[in-house]
C-alpha cells in the first residue's frame, strides 16, 4: 500500500473511535450522575459497581411514600423482543390480589397492528390516539385512568416516551431502553415513579 495513502487511512480509521470512546465516557458520567441526583433526592441507596463493558450498569432502591421502590440499568430483551440492548427499569411494590393486570405502550406505525388486536379504548381519542394498552379489566382501566393519570402520562409522552408501563402480579414497573443518560430520561423517569405510587395508591379502593 502506497505509505501516502496509509498515512491519510490512519487518521479516518481511527478518529471515529476516539471520539466514540469520549462520548461512551461522558455518557457514562450522565448516568452516574442522574442516580446520585435520584438518590439524594428521594434518600435511595445506590449501587455503581455493576459494569457492562465500558458502561456502568448503576441499581438504586429505598422507600418513597411508603412503598418499596427500585431503578436499575439491565440488559434484556426489547418491547418487539427483537434485540438485546439496555435499559432503565423501574418498579414500584403495589397491592395485587385478583390477578389484575394492564400494558401501555405507545402507539407508533410499526406496533399499531400487532399490539392493537384486544387492546382497550379508555374513551378519549386524543389519549387513545397516543397509547395502546392491553388489559384483564377494562372497565377497571377506564376508571383508574382518570383526568390526572391521563393528563401526567400525556406529561411523560411529552418528553420522549418510548417504552412501556405495566402491572404485573405485585408490581407495577416502566422500562425504557437505554441508560438514564440525559436530561428528559431524568424528567420521564420522575414523573413515572410519582404516577406509578398514585396508582398503587388508586388500587387500594379502586
Known amino acids: 500500500m502506497d505509505p501516502k495513502l496509509l498515512i491519510v487511512l490512519i487518521p479516518v480509521l ?3 473511535w476516539i471520539v466514540l470512546y469520549f462520548v ?4 457514562n458520567k450522565k448516568v452516574i450522575s442522574n442516580y446520585k441526583k435520584l438518590a439524594e ?3 435511595l441507596s445506590c449501587d455503581f459497581s455493576k459494569k457492562v463493558g465500558m458502561k456502568t450498569h448503576p441499581h438504586a432502591e429505598g422507600i418513597y411514600r411508603s412503598r418499596n421502590v427500585k431503578i436499575e440499568s439491565a ?3 426489547s418491547i418487539d423482543g427483537k434485540k438485546v440492548i439496555p435499559h432503565t427499569v423501574l418498579t414500584v411494590d403495589c397491592a395485587n390480589t385478583d390477578n389484575f393486570f394492564f400494558k401501555l405502550y405507545k402507539r407508533n406505525k410499526k406496533n399499531s397492528a400487532s399490539y392493537s388486536a384486544g387492546s382497550t379504548m379508555v374513551d ?3 389519549f387513545d390516539d397516543k397509547f395502546i394498552i392491553q388489559t384483564n379489566a377494562p372497565e ?3 376508571k383508574m385512568f382518570d383526568f390526572n393519570t391521563k393528563f401526567k402520562l400525556d406529561q411523560v ?3 420522549g416516551f418510548n417504552g412501556l408501563i405495566a402491572l404485573e402480579g405485585s408490581r407495577l414497573f416502566y422500562m425504557e431502553p437505554e441508560l438514564l443518560a440525559n436530561d428528559d430520561a431524568l424528567m420521564r423517569l420522575e414523573l413515572v415513579m410519582h404516577e406509578l405510587c398514585d396508582i398503587a395508591e388508586i388500587m387500594k379502593y379502586n
Open 14 to 16: 481511527v478518529v471515529p
Open 24 to 27: 461512551l465516557i461522558a455518557s
Open 41 to 43: 433526592k428521594y434518600q
Open 75 to 77: 440488559v434484556r430483551d
Open 124 to 126: 378519549d381519542n386524543e
Open 140 to 142: 377497571r382501566i377506564k
Open 157 to 159: 409522552n411529552a418528553l
